[in-house]
């Protein structure tokens, strides 16, 4: 199985940078995606940001592309969130996600296998 390991996450004020981390450990050979979910109270957990780990090639939910960027270290199988110019509502427990399936089907949580516990994002307005 594979491991997953978010930290990173902490309270800003609107428009303040974090750069929450996923380590992954285990059974790591085959994964295909590593994504970023977010759940804000009272609401479903919704995709943020995938990077399909061969190619790199990065996929955003509207409401973060141009503020939020995935990126992922290969060789240490990590993968990062940076997320500048925050605001109140980007708000959320944010979780890290792994996927072996070949599919472009990156905002479905029932590709994913593995997760981690989720690291808390709180923004002040």
């Known amino acids: 199985q594979v491991h997953l390991v978010e930290s990173g996450g902490g309270r800003v004020e609107h428009g303040g940078s974090l750069r929450p981390s996923c380590g992954a450990s285990?059974?790591?050979?085959?994964?295909?995606?590593r994504s970023w979910f977010r759940q804000a109270p009272g609401k479903a957990r919704k995709a943020a940001a995938s990077?399909?780990?061969?190619?790199?090639?990065?996929d955003y939910a509207a409401r973060v592309k141009g503020r939020f960027t995935i990126s992922q270290d290969r060789a240490q199988y990590t993968a990062y969130l940076q997320m500048d110019d925050l605001t109140a509502e980007d708000t959320a427990m944010y979780f890290c996600?792994?996927?072996?399936?070949?599919?472009?089907?990156?905002?479905?949580?029932?590709?994913?296998?593995?997760w981690g516990q989720g690291t808390q994002v709180t923004v002040s307005s």
């Open positions: 996600a792994a996927s072996d399936r070949r599919a472009h089907a990156w905002t479905l949580a029932s590709m994913y296998h593995a």
């Open positions: 285990g059974d790591v050979h085959g994964t295909t995606y």
């Open positions: 990077i399909y780990t061969c190619s790199g090639e990065q």
